[in-house]
């Protein structure tokens, strides 16, 4: 009953804010995967785990950007090759998120905005 309660809390409040503050367009370095921040979420769409993963903004622990080079969580593409975002949630199985927008300065910038206690 709860995970029912859950979801339909996210396809409330997708209702309630279609527009995303950001998109990172889809190049080959993101795999063609789209990253989304919204008001109250991001939205990491991932070919390769075939869904959407959303990410509620009380639920991120820190945003932050990383060098290239190997980093421990899963990757939602070329991460490991170029300059990235690493992710991390304050709980959940997979904590740790990596993943390259376009322009992860900007996405970084953005989502810390909409941070509870950013």
């Known amino acids: 009953m709860e ?5 339909h809390q996210i ?8 527009i995303p503050l950001y998109a ?10 789209e990253y989304r921040i919204y008001r109250d ?4 769409q991932s070919w390769f785990l075939i869904h959407t993963l959303v990410v509620p903004a009380n639920e ?8 290239s080079g190997i980093i421990w969580g899963v990757k939602l593409d ?12 304050k709980s ?10 376009v322009d992860p300065d900007k996405f970084v910038e953005i989502c810390k905005s909409i941070l509870p206690n950013g």
């Open 3 to 7: 995970i029912r309660r859950v979801f």
């Open 11 to 18: 396809k409330l409040t997708a209702m309630m804010n279609p």
């Open 24 to 33: 990172s367009k889809r190049t080959a370095k993101s795999l063609w995967q």
């Open 41 to 44: 979420r991001l939205e990491l």
């Open 60 to 67: 991120i622990q820190a945003v932050e950007i990383r060098p």
């Open 78 to 89: 070329n991460c490991n090759f170029c300059r990235h975002v690493l992710l991390i949630k």
């Open 92 to 101: 959940g199985l997979f904590k740790r998120i990596g993943f390259s927008p």
